[in-house]
Structure formats: structure tokens, C-alpha cells
């Protein structure tokens, strides 16, 4: 029997303070894995404490994680992937158990769902910006989650090599998640520790300026994943303002055959359009977007099942 590759993850950008461990954890306990670091330009010593712990270490000049992901899963073959963090975050030795629950349910893809060791592990901002943008997801795609943002994650080689990434920064766990529920793949959660950094590792997730990020991503993806959702909220929304407007016009004009605000009139008729306008550019959407997901079945298809 083929003995399987597994291929372990790891993005780093300025984790010297703590990538030499997690690469020496993952060899304690994932010893038959090639462990990869792509460092995203990093002005520490990163790269170089990666490579004296014994991990193959390649560069992406293109800055951000979304970025890195890219790279790493067009570069590396494999029959399972593990994605982690280089900040020592994460509960390694969880691994082997993530990697068995993918092959014994033939899923293609587990997260690690955070759960607080320190509560300096997550700031609070963090932690409930989480908790909004996983809702939206949840509302938007009808799923059950808990931790969407996780870096902490295992894949099937199908999951990898159909996955089109496009987000180039912090986005990218968002984007892997409404990937796999827009596909609808199996995939589970998995409730792992989760660790505050070392002392002297600072985090380059930015509350606000990363989690508007996230948030336009997830509206991207809703409006790409289910037009007819997106514009034709836009259309009811512009129809019933329409109608608001309206009404008391139509109104005005039986009773006395006057058209009094003939700016609103024609702001009315104007909404009215566009929302049919909506509407149809929404029927249309869906239709393409039916296509291409579609098209990433088949590919996805093209690959064995993880375990087989």
C-alpha cells in the first residue's frame, strides 16, 4: 500500500520568537510530515530559526496570508495538508486526532475550534468580532459553526487543489470556510486548545482594519455564492421604498388628478426600475454561478477521496 504524504503548513510573517517550536512539536508528533514554512518577508530571524529546526523553508514576496495560502497549496503535493500558525497558538498534539477524524469520515476538511486555555489568548475584540462575522456566515449559508476563523485546519488533497483561492490576506479562512459550505463538502469542527503567544510574539491580526476585511469578504462571497439572495434583497428593498414613495402619490392623483411632487414621482418610478433591474440581474447570476460551481465539482472530482 502507497504510503500517503502529508504536507504541514505553516505561513509566518516575523514568528522568530516562536517558529523553531512549532516546527519541533510537529515533529514530535506528526514525525512522517514534511514540514513546510513560507515566510511572507519577514525582517526577523524567521526563516533561518525554521530552517535550524528542520522545516524546508520557502519565500512569497506577495505580503499577506491569503497570499501565502495561495502559494503553499499550488506548491505542494500532497495526500493530506495541515495548516497551522507559526505563533504557537495552537494545540499540536491535536493533529494525529484531526488527521484520523478526515480519514475515518472521509471528510476533506477539520478545523480546530478555538477554545480558550488564557484568556490572554484572544483579545476581546478578537474574540467577538469572531463571534459576529461566524453569525453572518451561519445566517447567510444555513450552517452550524462555531470558530470560522480558525488558521488551525486539515485538508484532503481534493479540498486543496479545487479550492480557488482569491483572498490575499486574513480573509482567507473565511473564504476556505463559504468554499466548502457553497460546495457543500464534509467537513467538521473539532474543539482544540487554544494557547496565548509566547512572551514577545505580537499578533498581526488588526481588530478593525482586518475585520472590515472580513466582513467585505464575506459579502463578496455571499454575492458571488447566491446572487439571487443578494440582489433581490437589493430589489425588495428598493421596492418596497418605491412603493413607501408611491403610494400616497397614486393616491393624491385618483382623488384629484394631480401629480403634486413630481420629484418624488419620478424617484419612485426610478426605484421601482431598478429593483425589477435587480431582480432579473439576479435570475441571470445565478444561472453563472450555478455553472461554475459546477465546474469546481467536477475538478474536485478528479481527485481521490481522502483515506482511499
Given at each position: 500500500?502507497?504510503?500517503?504524504?502529508?504536507?504541514?503548513?505553516?505561513?509566518?510573517?516575523?514568528?522568530?520568537?516562536?517558529?523553531?517550536?512549532?516546527?519541533?512539536?510537529?515533529?514530535?508528533?506528526?514525525?512522517?510530515?514534511?514540514?513546510?514554512?513560507?515566510?511572507?518577508?519577514?525582517?526577523?530571524?524567521t526563516a533561518q530559526e525554521a530552517v535550524d529546526a528542520g522545516a524546508i523553508v520557502r519565500q512569497e514576496s506577495y505580503q499577506g496570508k491569503g497570499n501565502v495560502v495561495r502559494r503553499?497549496?499550488?506548491?505542494?503535493?500532497?495526500?493530506?495538508?495541515?495548516?497551522?500558525?507559526?505563533?504557537?497558538?495552537?494545540?499540536?498534539?491535536?493533529?494525529?486526532?484531526?488527521?484520523?477524524?478526515?480519514?475515518?469520515?472521509?471528510?476533506?476538511?477539520?478545523?480546530?475550534?478555538?477554545?480558550?486555555?488564557?484568556?490572554?489568548?484572544?483579545?476581546?475584540?478578537?474574540?467577538?468580532?469572531?463571534?459576529?462575522?461566524?453569525?453572518?456566515?451561519?445566517?447567510?449559508?444555513?450552517c452550524s459553526l462555531t470558530d470560522m476563523l480558525s488558521g488551525f485546519r486539515v485538508f484532503s488533497k481534493r479540498f486543496v487543489k479545487s479550492f480557488p483561492a482569491q483572498s490575499p490576506?486574513?480573509?482567507?479562512?473565511?473564504?476556505?470556510?463559504?468554499?466548502?459550505?457553497?460546495?457543500?463538502?464534509?467537513?467538521?469542527?473539532?474543539?482544540?486548545?487554544?494557547?496565548?503567544?509566547?512572551?514577545?510574539?505580537?499578533?498581526?491580526?488588526?481588530?478593525?482594519?482586518?475585520?472590515?476585511?472580513?466582513?467585505?469578504?464575506?459579502?463578496?462571497?455571499?454575492?458571488?455564492?447566491?446572487?439571487?439572495?443578494?440582489?433581490?434583497?437589493?430589489?425588495?428593498?428598493?421596492?418596497?421604498?418605491?412603493?413607501?414613495?408611491?403610494?400616497?402619490?397614486?393616491?393624491?392623483?385618483?382623488?384629484?388628478?394631480?401629480?403634486?411632487?413630481?420629484?418624488?414621482?419620478?424617484?419612485?418610478?426610478?426605484?421601482?426600475?431598478?429593483?425589477?433591474?435587480?431582480?432579473?440581474?439576479?435570475?441571470?447570476?445565478?444561472?453563472?454561478?450555478?455553472?461554475?460551481?459546477?465546474?469546481?465539482?467536477?475538478?474536485?472530482?478528479?481527485?481521490?477521496?481522502?483515506?482511499?
Open positions: 500500500m502507497k504510503k500517503r504524504k502529508i504536507a504541514v503548513l505553516l505561513p509566518c510573517y516575523n514568528e522568530e520568537k516562536s517558529i523553531a517550536k512549532v516546527v519541533r512539536d510537529f515533529k514530535t508528533f506528526l514525525p512522517e510530515a514534511e514540514i513546510y514554512v513560507y515566510d511572507n518577508n519577514s525582517t526577523d530571524g503553499m497549496f499550488a506548491d505542494i503535493d500532497a495526500d493530506i495538508y495541515v495548516m497551522s500558525d507559526g505563533d504557537e497558538t495552537y494545540d499540536i498534539k491535536r493533529v494525529p486526532e484531526l488527521i484520523k477524524r478526515l480519514d475515518d469520515k472521509k471528510l476533506d476538511m477539520v478545523i480546530g475550534s478555538r477554545q480558550e486555555v488564557d484568556l490572554a489568548a484572544y483579545r476581546v475584540g478578537h474574540r467577538w468580532g469572531n463571534k459576529m462575522l461566524t453569525g453572518l456566515v451561519q445566517f447567510f449559508f444555513r490576506g486574513f480573509e482567507i479562512e473565511t473564504e476556505l470556510t463559504v468554499f466548502a459550505l457553497s460546495a457543500r463538502l464534509p467537513f467538521e469542527e473539532v474543539k482544540t486548545d487554544y494557547f496565548a503567544r509566547p512572551e514577545g510574539s505580537v499578533s498581526k491580526l488588526s481588530t478593525i482594519k482586518d475585520g472590515l476585511r472580513i466582513l467585505k469578504m464575506i459579502i463578496l462571497l455571499v454575492k458571488e455564492e447566491k446572487p439571487l439572495l443578494f440582489f433581490n434583497s437589493i430589489a425588495l428593498f428598493m421596492f418596497f421604498l418605491s412603493l413607501l414613495l408611491g403610494i400616497p402619490l397614486v393616491w393624491t392623483y385618483w382623488e384629484s388628478g394631480l401629480v403634486p411632487r413630481l420629484p418624488t414621482a419620478l424617484l419612485a418610478t426610478g426605484l421601482m426600475l431598478c429593483a425589477v433591474t435587480s431582480f432579473l440581474v439576479g435570475l441571470i447570476l445565478d444561472s453563472v454561478s450555478s455553472g461554475k460551481r459546477e465546474m469546481r465539482r467536477m475538478f474536485y472530482l478528479h481527485h481521490k477521496a481522502s483515506g482511499d
